[in-house]
């Protein structure tokens, strides 16, 4: 089955930086690339996506790219604010197989 | 438009007895999934359900746990003769029906304590 890897575990920067995010990925049938943001005792939120099509995707402080060839995604996010901290899960699945695999999360800590 | 709603939020059960947690999933959304989250770590797919229909049950362990999705009302998780390791947050996430892999948005989830 898929296996997700997610590096780093935690990640502290501060306040105005740029946050890195890094996930692999197992099984090359994958073509479905969710981010979600977990804040404490909080629902996983959906921040971004991306689909094996593209290369990479944009929304505001926050870029997802995907490099199809070496299995890894990864997750920008600049102007890094304090409200940013939470922790991350980048997941995987592919058509046929709705079940999403998650990594096992990233704590970022962005400090004032 | 109301989100994926879950209920109980907490609930509390002694060693021995049965949790039932409920999803009801966004409007229009026909395809439901359960997660767990043991604390500090990462969500765990349980399984994944339709209309009357079990679709992928490949994560759900073999014993003591079922889930249904009936054609009226939430779809159910039920955990029978609870046991501790069974704490943990479960949450449901719903999905619409395009054909292609479609996002999954995720309800507040039931805290289960088994004392």
């Known amino acids: 089955g898929e296996n997700v890897e997610q590096h780093p575990s935690t990640l502290s920067v501060q306040e105005g930086d740029s946050a890195v995010i890094k996930c692999t990925y197992s099984?090359?049938?994958?073509?479905?690339f969710p981010w979600y943001k977990q804040e404490l005792g909080k629902r996983p939120q959906l921040i971004i996506d991306i689909r094996s099509n593209v290369g990479e995707k944009k929304d505001q402080r926050i870029a997802v790219t995907l490099n199809k060839t070496a299995k890894h995604f990864s997750l920008h996010i600049t102007e890094t604010q304090p409200e940013d901290s939470a922790v991350y899960f980048c997941a995987a699945s592919r058509t046929g197989r709705r079940a999403l695999t998650f990594g096992s999360g990233t704590r970022l800590q962005v400090q004032p | 438009n109301a989100g994926v709603m879950q209920n109980p939020r907490h609930l509390v059960r002694r060693r021995g007895q049965e949790a039932r947690l409920r999803c009801s999933p966004m409007?229009?959304?026909?395809?439901v999934y359960w997660y767990r989250q043991l604390p500090e770590e990462g969500l765990k797919f349980m399984v994944y359900?339709?209309?009357?229909?079990?679709?992928?049950e490949s994560g759900m362990p073999k014993e003591r746990f079922s889930a249904e999705f009936p054609k009226e009302g939430p779809s159910i998780l039920r955990i029978q003769q609870v046991v501790r390791g069974d704490s943990a947050a479960y949450f449901c996430?719903?999905?619409?029906?395009?054909?292609?892999?479609?996002?999954?948005?995720f309800g507040p989830g039931t805290r289960l304590t088994v004392l």
């Open positions: 409007k229009g959304h026909s395809h």
């Open positions: 099984d090359s049938a994958s073509n479905y």
């Open positions: 359900l339709q209309k009357e229909n079990i679709i992928d």
């Open positions: 996430a719903s999905s619409q029906d395009t054909g292609i892999t479609d996002t999954q948005y």
